[in-house]
């Protein structure tokens, strides 16, 4: 642990016409270059059927992606929420200390961590 204090901003959508609601629980949150942390978001299922998604991560800036590491993360595997299910996933992550070696990252402040949801169609067998 570094001592150095990083804000981490989270950011969750979900594709055009998948009936979900997903937010992060917080907005954002302060971290210390090395120290584990946790965010958790909110995923609810507004529609009268099952539906499956799978999310897709980006981290912004760029140069911060390689040292942003995800430890558990529900977009490690595809999600099926019943009808009105609402649940709350964990993010397990850390930001890398070597983050704190690499000249492009001197001047970042703030990191994002954006997830989408994309729905995932079931074929009938």
Same mark, same amino acid.
């Given at each position: 642990? %570094?001592?150095?204090?990083? #804000?981490?901003?989270?950011?969750? /959508? $979900?594709? *055009?016409?998948?009936?979900?609601?997903?937010?992060?629980?917080?907005?954002?949150?302060?971290?210390?270059?090395?120290?584990?942390?946790?965010?958790?978001?909110?995923?609810?299922?507004? %529609?009268?059927?099952?539906? #499956?998604?799978?999310?897709?991560? /980006? $981290?912004? *800036?760029?140069?911060?992606?390689?040292?942003?590491?995800?430890?558990?993360?529900?977009?490690?595997?595809?999600?099926?929420?019943?009808?009105?299910?609402?649940?709350?996933?964990?993010?397990?992550?850390?930001?890398?200390?070597?983050?704190?070696?690499?000249?492009?990252?001197?001047?970042?402040?703030?990191?994002?961590?954006?997830?989408?949801?994309?729905?995932?169609?079931?074929?009938?067998?």
């Amino acid at each position: 642990v %570094s001592g150095r204090v990083l #804000s981490i901003r989270f950011d969750a /959508n $979900v594709s *055009p016409g998948m009936p979900w609601e997903f937010y992060p629980e917080h907005s954002t949150d302060t971290v210390t270059v090395g120290a584990r942390d946790m965010a958790i978001f909110v995923a609810k299922n507004l %529609s009268d059927k099952p539906i #499956s998604g799978s999310a897709v991560f /980006n $981290v912004t *800036p760029t140069q911060a992606g390689a040292y942003f590491t995800k430890i558990q993360c529900f977009c490690f595997t595809e999600q099926t929420l019943q009808p009105g299910q609402e649940v709350r996933m964990p993010v397990l992550y850390y930001v890398d200390p070597k983050i704190l070696d690499d000249p492009d990252n001197k001047d970042v402040e703030e990191i994002t961590l954006s997830y989408t949801f994309n729905p995932v169609e079931k074929v009938e067998e």
